[in-house]
């Protein structure tokens, strides 16, 4: 059974950086995966924020295009998310998931529930003004 944990959430003050890290475990995946990033603000939908695909394909929100970065250590199994020039409005719980099977980079960051079985418990980020 997948698991996977996030880390490296935190304050920070609009304009800061800050790194995502989301380790993942017990699994084998095959040719084709898909991780991803999600987050959820208080009285707010979960939406995408990044998507990346084993063969490097990647597909970020509008909203985080230029700031964010998403990246993957296939010999680590971790999977990142380099986040900088951050604002007040990124601020949220922020989720990885994953799933072992081929994915549509740009479907899935709409429509992570009909493409993402795995999830992770999720780390709180923080951007004050």
């Known amino acids: 059974q997948v698991q996977l944990v996030e880390s490296g959430g935190g304050s920070v003050q609009a304009g800061g950086s800050l790194r995502l890290s989301c380790a993942a475990s017990?699994?084998?995946?095959?040719?084709?995966?898909?991780m991803g990033w999600f987050r959820q603000a208080p009285g707010k939908e979960r939406e995408g924020v990044a998507v990346?695909?084993?063969?490097?394909?990647?597909s970020y929100a509008d909203s985080v295009k230029g700031r964010f970065t998403i990246s993957q250590d296939n010999a680590k199994n971790t999977l990142y998310l380099q986040m900088n020039s951050l604002k007040p409005e990124d601020t949220a719980m922020y989720y990885c998931?994953?799933?072992?099977?081929?994915?549509?980079?740009?479907?899935?960051?709409?429509?992570?529930?009909?493409?993402?079985?795995?999830w992770g418990q999720g780390t709180q980020v923080t951007v004050s003004s």
């Open positions: 998931a994953a799933t072992g099977t081929y994915c549509g980079v740009s479907f899935c960051l709409q429509f992570p529930r009909v493409c993402f079985g795995a």
């Open positions: 990346i695909r084993s063969d490097g394909s990647t």
């Open positions: 017990g699994y084998t995946y095959s040719s084709y995966y898909c």
